[in-house]
């Protein structure tokens, strides 16, 4: 299911907004009997079917540049604000109903897309896994549900499942440790994540410096599907509130693009990722990249391999990226709640919380104060300093890309309960630093 494919669907008359709608909501409906927590709230037919009404009596004749998502159905996490709708992320205590929505979700609306839900995610954002959901979690799109089945990958599980089981042509989510990346890869779809901050207002945090937005596309519909909605949120949101320049399309090719044969990928070393990954996952990214080799050879006009990065200059990457977890960062997720103090919401929430998300968050809580201001700038500081370093060592200004496996392997749910914490911490060993040093990220 994708952009064009609907959009084709609609130029021919084999479907109409209203009665794909129809046929989509029938569907989903009936799959909750065997897959039911894709959905943290499925709007009801009535209301979708009223958008759509109010879509075809402003905008009756299709497309155009300001509708260029007309009548295309997506769902988006349940942390971003709708107007009107529960947000609850996963944690119903907490949950409020919001007076105005994201300004990415309102982008999206008025460039005439039809919103059909939101999707389940990981309590509070927190988590890789996919499985800290108290109300049940989604079930990956490669296999069964249950204790023997591989896991969905979060925290944006709902929004990666949905688009990978074809329910929508695109969705989004958010990424803040891989939360993007990782479900996106488990389960078959593109996904673009943006620089931290850009297209973040009217959404939940995690952790309000690092989080991200991304963008869940059909494998099928390549990156244009996924490019075409970026557009539509980034021409929205930049400038308008965000004091961030607005960017080069990088999934157009962007500068490198214009720079032809001089842009150049790397790797992390491949010893250290033996270390890391799965021999499946490893053996499969190994294979990746000598045929990327080999085809670079043949074309000079396709990026072109360096040398893989030093143990070194991968150490100082990985260490960065530690901080999600164990440093400045992660008692910045202590502040989700401005209003309390971290100890008296997370003892009042105790009997609410996914263990694993409470153990994360109580202990966060118990060493911050230990943690010192002091440290926390050492943190700051040293993320500065790697960033700077990174931008001219590693990515040379934007000459070279990093190639790296989304995830160093895809585990059982039985895995997840044996060492759930330590399992989510192996899943966002490779990617954490990308968000800490604010980079895009397209995961394919």
């Known amino acids: 299911l994708t952009i064009s494919a609907i959009h084709g669907s609609y130029s021919t008359s084999s479907h109409t907004p209203r009665s794909l709608l129809v046929a989509l909501h029938s569907h989903i409906t009936a799959l909750t009997a065997t897959n039911p927590h894709i959905f943290a709230h499925l709007f009801p037919l009535s209301h979708i079917l009223s958008r ?6 402003s905008h009756p004749h299709g497309p155009t540049s300001q509708t260029p998502l007309w009548g295309i159905p997506f769902v988006v996490k349940d942390n971003f604000d709708i107007a009107g709708v529960p947000t609850i992320v996963s944690c119903h205590p907490i949950t409020y109903t919001p007076t105005t929505s994201s300004p990415a979700y309102h982008a999206l609306i008025t460039a005439g ?26 079930s990956c799109v490669y296999g069964p549900h249950g204790r023997g089945a591989y896991v969905p990958g979060g925290s944006s599980s709902g929004s990666a ?8 042509p695109f969705a989004l989510g958010t990424d803040t440790a891989g939360s993007g990346r990782v479900p996106a ?6 996904v673009f994540k943006a620089r931290p901050g850009v297209g973040m207002e009217g959404v939940f945090p995690a952790c309000k410096s690092l989080d991200s937005l991304a ?18 949120i980034q021409g929205a949101v930049v400038g308008k509130g965000e004091d961030v320049p607005r960017s080069v399309n990088p999934l157009v090719g962007g500068n490198m693009a214009k720079k032809g044969s001089g842009v150049k990928f790397t790797t992390p070393p491949l010893a250290e990722l033996k270390k890391i990954c799965s021999p499946q996952y490893f053996h499969c990214f190994s294979k990746l990249i000598s045929h990327l080799q080999s085809q670079s050879q043949q074309d000079p006009h396709l990026p072109q391999p360096a ?15 530690k ?5 400045a ?20 929430l105790k009997p609410h919380f996914d263990p694993s998300v409470f153990t994360l968050l109580s202990s966060a809580a118990q060493n911050s104060l230990q943690y010192t201001p002091e440290q926390i700038f050492r943190d700051l500081h040293f993320v500065v300093g790697v960033t700077q370093w990174a931008r001219k060592v590693v990515f040379e200004d934007g000459e070279v890309m990093v190639l790296l496996p989304s995830a160093p392997g895809h585990p059982k749910v039985l895995e997840v309960e044996g060492n759930p914490v330590e399992v989510g911490e192996w899943l966002g060993s490779l990617m954490g630093w990308a968000n800490v040093l604010g980079c895009e990220a397209v995961g394919l």
Not at 113 to 138: F, N, S, W
Not at 309 to 314: E, I, R, T, Y
Not at 323 to 327: E, F, I, K, T
């Open 113 to 138: 897309a039809i919103c059909i839900g939101k999707a389940t995610m990981d309590q509070l954002a927190t988590g890789l896994t996919g499985t800290r959901v108290p109300e049940g979690y989604p």
């Open 185 to 190: 890869g488990f389960n078959g779809c593109f």
């Open 161 to 168: 499942v949905a688009v990978g089981m074809g329910l929508v």
């Open 323 to 327: 901080l999600v977890y164990s440093g």
């Open 307 to 321: 040398p893989p990065l030093s143990a070194a200059a991968w150490e100082k990457l990985t260490t960065a990226g």
């Open 52 to 57: 759509v009404d109010s879509l075809l009596q």
């Open 329 to 348: 960062y992660l008692y910045e997720r202590l502040t989700i709640l401005p209003t309390h103090r971290p100890t008296e919401w997370l003892s009042e």
């Open 215 to 232: 963008i869940f596309g059909a494998r099928d519909g390549g990156v244009r599907g996924l490019s075409m909605v970026w557009d539509v």
